[in-house]
């Protein structure tokens, strides 16, 4: 509603402009008055676009924290237990990558953001499992994949990281870049 309020002032003020333009001029004194007003308004309607700019950024902020509060405080928890459950061991390349898509959502990390943006999902997962210590032997049984396809994707990892011909350890890097681990599986 707001927003078609300034609409509104916005054509109000084109349409104003529009009609001073295309009048005869008048002389200097009188045209002078008529332009001081419409500067006023202009200034006035400058600092009522400028306090809801404000109040926008105010309301996004809140949300913003809602949401990262919500995120740590009543979802992280559960990916926590998933990931200690036993039972629940064929989800965890799934539960991983997605609690470091939620941690994406909610950090301020550039490093962070463009390490999940570079990463397809199946190497989020395998780097989620990589930053947990995981063997690659332990990779390939709960992605039921092969050995040789979890050191491929390491690679690639690796490569899109940039991070191929150093002295890294991967795990290290990832913890490095991605954050704090969830907890520690038991």
Not at 99 to 128: F, G, Q, W
Not at 140 to 168: D, F, G, P, Y
């Amino acid at each position: 509603m707001q927003f078609k309020e300034i609409s509104g002032e916005t054509k109000y003020f084109e349409h104003e402009m529009n009609k001073n333009n295309s009048r005869p001029k008048k002389e200097p004194g009188k045209n002078g008055s008529e332009l001081e007003s419409l500067n006023m308004e202009l200034f006035q309607t400058c600092k009522a676009v400028s306090v809801l700019a404000k109040n926008l950024d105010k309301e996004k902020d809140e949300l913003e924290q809602r949401v990262n509060s919500t995120i740590f405080s009543k979802v992280m928890p559960i990916i926590d237990k998933l990931l200690a459950e036993k039972r629940a061991e064929e989800f965890w390349p799934e539960i991983s990558s997605m609690a470091e898509y939620l941690k994406s959502i909610t950090t301020k990390s550039r490093l962070h953001l463009e390490t999940v943006s570079l990463l397809t999902d199946r190497e989020m997962k395998i780097a989620a499992l990589v930053k947990k210590k995981m063997s690659n032997k332990e990779i390939a049984r709960v992605m039921c994949v092969a050995l040789e396809t979890v050191e491929a994707h390491r690679r690639n990892i690796r490569k899109k990281l940039k991070i191929q011909n150093s002295n890294h350890k991967l795990s290290e890097y990832l913890a490095t870049v991605l954050g704090n681990e969830i907890r520690d599986r038991q």
